[in-house]
């Protein structure tokens, strides 16, 4: 008799791999694709949508946005600066990670007005533990952000569209990977 093929959420079967690596630690999450292409994306154009059409008064709002993200004096070593808030889509890695790490939470609190303060709230524990795996001092920083990751996902669906993704499950994990292996910014996006 073969052996009963299983279905679980799409997953059919024990993958062949598993014999060679053992997947959830044998491997690295791209911080990349995971955190600035993926998710950080998903959120802004949330954001977009809660502005979303052409009446004069949405217009308005995004060109405050825009003129604030503008009126930033940027250091001269960077290349890529973030503008266009619209335009989000052809934002490259580089003005995610930017944004990410250090736009997005003052944006917020600064047009906090235009956003509700339970996003603002939600947000900032992703963007607070993404900023402390790319950058800290002492490793049990990244011990004690743990709680901020386990918040966020718990509560996504009561502000974004649920979806329960890899993709949204392996960021649960990547306080793991930064403790194996080191910080996120150990690898550039420019």
């Given at each position: ?36 292409e ?43 600066k973030v ?29 906090s ?57 392996c960021?649960y ?16 996006y420019?």
């Amino acid at each position: 008799m073969g052996r009963k093929k299983i279905n679980v959420r799409g997953i059919k079967d024990v993958s062949p791999l598993n014999q060679l690596i053992f997947m959830p630690s044998q491997t690295l999450y791209d911080y990349f694709h995971l955190c600035l292409e993926g998710h950080t994306r998903a959120l802004i154009k949330a954001w977009n949508d809660i502005h979303g059409g052409t009446s004069l008064e949405t217009l308005q709002v995004i060109n405050k946005f825009d003129e604030f993200l503008s009126s930033i004096n940027y250091p001269h070593s960077l290349h890529r600066k973030v503008k266009d808030f619209r335009r989000f889509n052809n934002w490259k890695a580089s003005q995610l990670r930017l944004f990410l790490l250090y736009l997005a939470l003052p944006f917020l609190l600064f047009f906090s007005c235009y956003f509700p303060p339970l996003l603002v709230y939600h947000f900032s524990l992703f963007s607070i533990y993404i900023r402390t795996l790319c950058k800290f001092d002492d490793r049990q920083h990244v011990y004690d952000v743990r709680p901020f990751i386990e918040n966020h996902l718990r509560r996504f669906s009561e502000f974004y569209e649920s979806k329960e993704l890899l993709s949204t499950h392996c960021q649960y994990h990547l306080w793991e990977q930064v403790v194996r292996y080191g910080s996120l910014s150990a690898t550039r996006y420019d």
